[in-house]
């Protein structure tokens, strides 16, 4: 899979809608009920092969009031797919919209003392405690894909196929721009390839207390991970901060592992060596939460990629460390068809569907606009587990 990654001025030119000139969204057409309803029981006829029913739609789209229906139930069915189909990034990174493809601020705010301090009678209030805030920023970038349809396709009653594949597929590359979008989070990705040769060393370093280990992900490695966090301490209040909710993020290999971990409700243990002492008690992970991110295996290159696992906080806890970010009003992909198909001799406009001016091919363009961008290292880990 390739997805064209526009950034920098190119993306501010593309921000806004009139930029797009040739193009039109389906989503805006004006179309009756009646028509609508007609486009969706012959697409549905087609698509399902029913006998007669490619002809009856060909002779439909003859039209250009039932081509314009068409496009748009297309539209339709992609929004409603892309609703339905299942994401993880969003179980383990908080999300944001931004105005524009500028970027924006983000704060993780702290501040020296807890609680307010005691005022004895007649006593000045004591002044505001020392606060502050680091901040990151986290800008969106565009992404998209075109397909074409010959003019002859059309005729021959061979682009149904293609129809029907076509909204499925722009929902499905919109989810997974998301998922590579977040797992740009964990992972050092080319944006060029959607490859990654290892963790985000950027990130992930010891500067921020929190470089990649080489621990494999067992029960007692893992409580010794959530033992560490349980006493850290703010970087900058330097007191003891209460751990969040924590999340488990894998790639499929080590699903089995991570089963194994929680799912038992007894553990038993066993102590010394003269004599053995054997013990049960309650597993203590039986409720701990984890992810199993598909991207990581499809991503991720580095030799370690089947061993690799992350600990992170849960999405809106008080120190989010993850972040993916939509424009405002743009939060679902946009599919629009090519509108250069020039005008007639004797003047009047031309259906996009009939071709466009120099190839005779329909073209159908998704856009989708996502950003990422990392937060507060303080509750992170990641080991290559080797």
Same mark, same amino acid.
């Given at each position: 899979?390739?997805?064209?990654?526009?950034?920098?001025?190119?993306?501010?030119?593309?921000?806004?809608?009139?930029?797009?000139?040739?193009?039109?969204?389906?989503?805006?057409?004006?179309?009756?009920?009646?028509?609508?309803?007609?486009?969706?029981?012959?697409?549905?006829?087609?698509?399902?092969?029913?006998?007669?029913?490619?002809?009856?739609?060909?002779?439909?789209?003859?039209?250009?009031?039932?081509?314009?229906?068409?496009?748009?139930?297309?539209?339709?069915?992609?929004?409603?797919?892309?609703?339905?189909?299942?994401?993880?990034?969003?179980?383990?990174?908080?999300?944001?919209?931004?105005?524009?493809?500028?970027?924006?601020?983000?704060?993780?705010?702290?501040?020296?003392?807890?609680?307010?301090?005691?005022?004895?009678?007649?006593?000045?209030?004591?002044?505001?405690?020392?606060?502050?805030?680091?901040?990151?920023?986290?800008?969106?970038?565009?992404?998209?894909?075109?397909?074409?349809?010959?003019?002859?396709?059309?005729?021959?009653?061979?682009?149904?196929?293609?129809?029907?594949?076509?909204?499925?597929?722009?929902?499905?590359?919109?989810?997974?721009?998301?998922?590579?979008?977040?797992?740009?989070?964990?992972?050092?990705?080319?944006?060029?390839?959607?490859?990654?040769?290892?963790?985000?060393?950027?990130?992930?370093?010891?500067?921020?207390?929190?470089?990649?280990?080489?621990?494999?992900?067992?029960?007692?490695?893992?409580?010794?991970?959530?033992?560490?966090? @349980? *006493?850290?301490?703010?970087?900058?209040? &330097?007191?003891?901060?209460? /751990? !969040?909710? $924590?999340? =488990?993020?894998?790639?499929?290999?080590?699903?089995?592992?991570?089963?194994?971990?929680?799912?038992?409700?007894?553990?038993?243990?066993?102590?010394?060596?003269?004599?053995?002492?054997?013990?049960?008690?309650?597993?203590?992970?039986?409720?701990?939460?984890?992810?199993?991110?598909?991207?990581?295996?499809?991503?991720?290159?580095?030799?370690?990629? @089947? *061993?690799?696992?992350?600990?992170?906080? &849960?999405?809106?806890?008080? /120190? !989010?460390? $993850?972040? =993916?970010?939509?424009?405002?009003?743009?939060?679902?992909?946009?599919?629009?068809?090519?509108?250069?198909?020039?005008?007639?001799?004797?003047?009047?406009?031309?259906?996009?569907?009939?071709?466009?001016?120099?190839?005779?091919?329909?073209?159908?363009?998704?856009?989708?606009?996502?950003?990422?961008?990392?937060?507060?290292?303080?509750?992170?880990?990641?080991?290559?587990?080797?």
């Amino acid at each position: 899979m390739t997805i064209e990654l526009l950034s920098g001025s190119a993306a501010v030119e593309a921000a806004s809608d009139s930029d797009f000139s040739g193009t039109v969204n389906p989503r805006f057409y004006g179309v009756t009920e009646a028509l609508a309803l007609e486009a969706t029981s012959k697409l549905s006829a087609a698509f399902s092969n029913q006998w007669g029913a490619d002809v009856k739609l060909a002779e439909a789209f003859s039209t250009s009031d039932f081509k314009l229906a068409a496009a748009k139930e297309l539209d339709a069915e992609m929004l409603a797919q892309y609703d339905e189909l299942p994401s993880t990034w969003d179980q383990y990174t908080d999300t944001t919209t931004v105005r524009d493809f500028r970027p924006k601020r983000l704060q993780s705010r702290w501040r020296s003392t807890i609680g307010m301090a005691r005022v004895p009678e007649l006593t000045e209030y004591p002044a505001d405690d020392r606060r502050g805030a680091t901040e990151y920023a986290i800008q969106v970038a565009k992404y998209g894909r075109r397909f074409a349809i010959s003019w002859e396709a059309w005729l021959n009653n061979e682009a149904i196929g293609e129809l029907e594949d076509l909204p499925a597929e722009l929902a499905r590359q919109a989810r997974e721009t998301e998922m590579i979008a977040a797992v740009s989070n964990l992972l050092l990705v080319d944006p060029a390839t959607n490859t990654a040769s290892d963790v985000n060393t950027a990130f992930f370093k010891a500067g921020n207390n929190n470089a990649p280990t080489a621990l494999p992900l067992t029960r007692d490695n893992l409580k010794a991970v959530l033992d560490g966090m @349980a *006493t850290k301490k703010d970087p900058n209040s &330097k007191r003891v901060i209460a /751990r !969040p909710e $924590m999340v =488990v993020v894998i790639p499929k290999a080590l699903e089995a592992t991570m089963l194994a971990i929680i799912k038992p409700t007894i553990v038993r243990k066993q102590t010394g060596t003269n004599p053995v002492v054997q013990t049960e008690e309650s597993n203590e992970f039986a409720n701990l939460s984890y992810v199993v991110e598909p991207m990581l295996d499809f991503v991720n290159t580095h030799a370690a990629a @089947a *061993t690799t696992w992350f600990v992170l906080p &849960k999405p809106r806890s008080t /120190r !989010p460390a $993850m972040w =993916v970010a939509k424009l405002a009003g743009h939060e679902q992909p946009d599919l629009r068809v090519k509108a250069d198909t020039g005008n007639r001799i004797g003047g009047g406009q031309i259906s996009a569907l009939e071709g466009s001016f120099e190839i005779d091919d329909i073209q159908y363009r998704g856009r989708h606009i996502v950003g990422n961008q990392q937060g507060d290292p303080l509750f992170t880990y990641v080991s290559r587990g080797a």
